[in-house]
């Protein structure tokens, strides 16, 4: 039997070479030809799973919510391409984007009644402080009057 | 004289936004793969995406962007990301979430360690602390 780290490494490895890709995408077509192109990726690969997988026995309510999700799982790829497109770094824009699970677990706070561990609290205030360090680019531009004189 | 301007550049504004997003799809998710397995919910997921292509395809008239290098990239990441995710629900299958997801959550470090090879991208000192805090808080929420 394969030891669970390998699929695990598997999967580090597929979802760590993906940012790359993302960058070098987005560097030659747009953000949102970059949607279109990575959902027919994620197409692609729908036959295997519809034989793995059949969607009987599901209620509505929770079909409508893999739906939604996905449907909102498109406008965040849209997003990160977007704000790769306008110049983030791919290591700072990934590490960034991948803070989400805070999002999360403030919903799950908010509208399903979660209580954050203390160590949640921990892992939201690393999250924050650690998100504001990676965000900061410093812009070093020219004083305002220094263009002028530049400029004449 | 160079000064320093501090300002919300437009690309921060898409990062959060895109966390936002996700955020939204991982409390969804959550509600979700109560009653359905992850195969079911990649093929919801999946479904769900089409509408979002769609309409981008609509909005652009059709016209999308010729560039092969783009496309095999675009596709790629496509498929890395859902093969990917097969690999994660693999390790679920002999493991506990609460061990898988926070390793599996490491995988930032990979796409870092690439782009200072291949796109020779540099992170400031700050941002280096950044991005080791960020990896920590990861970790943690998701255990």
Known sequence: MIHWVFYAAFAIVLWGVNGLFMKLGTNRISARAMVIWVTAGFVVLLPFLWTAASLSGLTTGVILAGLIAGTVNGLGNWAIFACLEKGAKASVAIPLTALYPLCTALLATAFLGERPSVLQWLGIALALAGGAMLSYEPSTVRAPEEQLHCTQ | ?143
């Open chain 2, 1 to 143: 004289m160079q000064t320093d301007r501090r300002q919300f550049p437009v690309w921060l504004w898409y990062a959060l936004l895109c966390i936002f997003w996700w955020g939204v799809w991982g409390f969804l998710s959550k509600i979700g793969s109560n009653t359905a397995n992850p195969l079911q919910m990649q093929v919801l997921f999946t479904l769900g995406m089409l509408p979002v292509a769609l309409a981008m395809l609509v909005q652009m008239r059709g016209n999308l962007d010729r560039n092969i290098g783009g496309i095999t990239f675009g596709l790629l990441s496509g498929i890395a990301t859902g093969v990917g995710t097969l690999g994660y629900y693999a390790a679920l299958r002999n493991q506990n979430a609460s061990i898988v997801t926070p390793v599996t959550g490491l995988f930032p470090v990979l796409t870092v360690l690439l782009a200072f090879l291949v796109l020779r991208e540099r992170l400031n000192k700050l941002q280096m602390w950044g991005m080791l805090l960020a990896l920590a808080s990861i970790v943690i929420l998701s255990i």
